[in-house]
């Protein structure tokens, strides 16, 4: 999973990423000191890896990971090369999703490059820099389907596509709202927009605005308001207490929070948006070697879940032992489910269930 992270300058997108991925991006009060977008990798927090692997005295444990990349905050006028342009925009295009850094603090010591704090004007400023750079690419493919429209039903089928697209696009609305059928689905893959991509807002507020989760910050409820109209995840967090977080050890972390009346970090936040945004789940190997987790998509069937672990696998996949994850603590080893009938034989339509500890049988 690949998420990009968004959002005007000063609103606080670099010290996220830092607190995040621990990679050190240069964060100033400044717009544009992220010159190249910088990317962390970040191991999902997961106990059920980790009690597996003190079950099975494991060698090596190993998380699903999450991809970031924060890329340097756009101005207006971006997509047509204002600010750092179109480098940037190039760079959203290759995420799975975007997160999108919204400021709902007022700070007069942080600069505001609109000079005030408006976090619906802040997301539409963004989101008509995503419209128009979408709408360059579009006429571009469109100038190039329509020659070939003319004796190729194929390209016909693509041109009405993009043309109902672009009308959306010139409306103000963003790719996602296009109404479209499976196979149109797949052309739209191709096409990389960057507002047919999934959006969860990051709603970044003071360390007094966290403790309840930002209800009493009205550029909180704003932003809420204005995701509930697409259907995207809003999350709030505080950045600054983020970066005070990453630096401390797991326990320290715990009771840190807990101070703070937090149940969970931004980053916990962050992980179950996305993994909701996104369809996805995961499910686990477990063995003396190796325990790991396998980020696939909900509703994945047994053999396409296996090609995740290596394509032979997939190829000749022939069937599954599965246990649930619980079960399988509780009875000590799969040998001990196995006696008591708690594992099951599963063949090709299976559809993998998160938390499955899943043994695969497979000949090639």
Known sequence: ????????????????????????????NYPFCTINPNVGVVAVPDERIKRLGELYHTKKVTPAVIEFVDIAGLVKGASHGEGLGNQFLAN?????????????????????????????????????????????????RISKVSRQAKNDKEAAKELDLLKRIKEKLEAGQPASTVER????????????????????????????DIMDD???????????????????????????????????DEDDKKAFLS????????????????????????FLTAGEDECRAWTIQIGTKAPQAAGKIHTDFERGFIKAEVVNYEV?????????????????????????????????????
């Not at 408006?118 to 989101?127: L, W």
């Not at 489910?337 to 695969?360: H, S, T, W």
């Open 1 to 28: 999973m690949k998420l990009g992270i968004v959002g005007l300058p000063n609103v606080g997108k670099s010290t996220l990423f830092n607190s995040l991925t621990k990679a050190g991006a240069e964060v100033q």
């Open 259 to 282: 101070d703070l009346g937090l149940e969970e970090s931004g980053l916990d936040k962050l992980i179950r948006a996305s993994y909701r945004t996104l369809g996805l789940m995961s």
């Open 181 to 208: 059928s499976d196979e149109e689905n797949k052309l739209m893959s191709g096409f990389a927009l960057l507002t047919d991509k999934p959006v969860i807002f990051a709603a970044n507020v003071s360390e007094d």
């Open 328 to 364: 399988l603590l509780r009875e000590g080893s799969l040998a001990a489910a196995r006696e008591k009938g708690l594992v099951g034989m599963e063949g090709k339509e299976y559809v993998v269930q998160d938390g499955d500890v899943i043994l695969f049988r497979f000949n090639v």
């Open 92 to 140: 959203i295009r290759e995420v799975d999703a975007i997160v999108h850094v919204v400021r709902c603090f007022e700070d007069d010591n942080i600069t505001h490059v609109d000079g005030s704090v408006d976090p619906v004007r802040d997301i539409e400023t963004i989101n008509l820099e995503l419209i128009f750079a979408d709408l360059e690419v579009l006429e571009r």
């Open 214 to 248: 930002g209800e009493s910050n009205p550029h909180v409820q704003r932003v809420r308001e204005y995701a509930a109209k697409s259907g995207s995840e809003v999350f709030v967090i505080c950045a600054k207490i983020e970066a005070e977080i990453s630096e401390l």
